[in-house]
């Protein structure tokens, strides 16, 4: 089995001071909000994993559907050298894309979990010996430095994790997708789409309760990281559809007045019976809305591919 490279591009405790400022911004404004990204320690990735196997969470289920049925077409019309995957996590789903593009192939996994790279990255390796395994520890919304691999590259970003990003924040992170594509360079991206309101609802607030305990896991991460005192149990979880903006939202709604101390902040905080916290926001897509977003970054959409069902999309998109 050949080495595998591992770049870190983050400082080790880059992560914690972006903790404490997500945290003191996020519970210091009026609506309280935290980014979604701090669900994802070891049990809120354990409970993400949980998750994807949910009969009412389609969402991975119509992704590995696309991709089984298109990873041909896609390596056929991308002739991709190197795949640069942002937020690649384990990689079982790029498994598809990956078994079909030919040796010599270059595999860039990008992800903030030393853990989750070395862990894929061995067992990729496993299976095929010749692929070339760069990986970096880095925040892929903060830009990029590329290992110096040849092209055509292709950079996947799946999930529909491009939801969790505010429309500002979609366009700034398109921005510099684009800036690291050359031409022949493409864009592999999967977004859920919009539909039935129930059928989103019910993928975000699961009869086992597994959503539930996912998203009530960012308070546990506070109270290990930085001291605080929440009591999961003094909020409830809740999901809803935002019409207006097309996105489905998180909450924790405190199920009475709440005063919470956050030592490491020397911050404390107050929260009222009924009040929410929003945790999470996650965009549900139209093709002509991913194009418009695509063109505004400077890329055009040149593929659109869906599950049987419509549920999910997959867009390739040319610089
Ligand atoms: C991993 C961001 C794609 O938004 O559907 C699952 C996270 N949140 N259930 C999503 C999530 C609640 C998921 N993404």
């Keep these: 089995m050949s080495p595998f490279l591992l770049t870190r591009t983050l400082p080790e405790d880059a992560t914690d001071a972006a903790l404490r400022a997500d945290v003191l911004q996020g519970l210091t404004r009026t609506p309280k909000v935290l980014p979604p990204k701090w669900f994802y320690d070891a ?12 009969p009412e969470y389609y969402p991975t289920r119509a992704e590995r559907e696309i991709l089984i049925a298109r990873s041909a ?27 079909e593009l030919p040796d010599p ?17 061995e067992s990729l390796l496993a299976a095929r010996p010749e ?16 290992p110096g691999t040849p092209g055509p590259r292709l950079v996947v970003f799946l999930g529909g994790t491009i939801g969790n990003l505010l429309p500002a924040e979609r366009a700034a992170f398109l921005t510099s997708v ?5 031409p022949g360079d493409a864009l592999l991206l999967g977004t859920d789409l919009v539909k039935d309101t129930s059928v989103l609802v019910r993928a975000y607030d699961d009869a086992a309760g597994v959503t539930a305990a996912f998203n009530k896991n960012v308070l546990s991460v506070m109270n290990r990281e930085l001291g605080a005192d929440f009591d999961p149990a003094d909020f409830a979880h809740v999901a809803l559809w935002n019409q207006e903006h097309e996105w489905i939202e998180m909450r924790l709604r405190a199920r009475r ?13 107050h929260v009222d019976a009924g009040e929410e916290v929003r945790t999470e926001v996650s965009a549900k897509f139209r093709q002509e809305g991913v194009r418009a977003e695509l063109s505004a970054a400077g890329m055009e959409l040149t593929h659109w591919w869906t599950d049987s069902e419509g549920r999910f999309a997959l867009s390739l998109a040319t610089a």
């Design 43 to 54: 049990r809120g990735s354990d409970l993400f994993e949980e998750i994807t196997r949910l």
């Design 73 to 99: 077409e896609i390596a056929e019309v991308t002739g991709a050298r190197t795949v640069i995957e942002l937020g690649s996590g384990s990689s079982v789903k790029t498994r598809h894309l990956l078994d």
């Design 105 to 121: 192939l270059h595999y860039v996994p990008v992800d903030v979990s030393e853990s989750a790279l070395s862990g894929a990255a």
């Design 131 to 146: 692929l070339r395994v760069h990986a970096l520890i880095a925040d892929f919304t903060a830009g990029l430095a590329l």
């Design 178 to 182: 684009r800036s690291l594509l050359e």
């Design 257 to 269: 007045d709440l005063t919470v101390k956050i030592p490491e902040l020397d911050l404390v905080v």
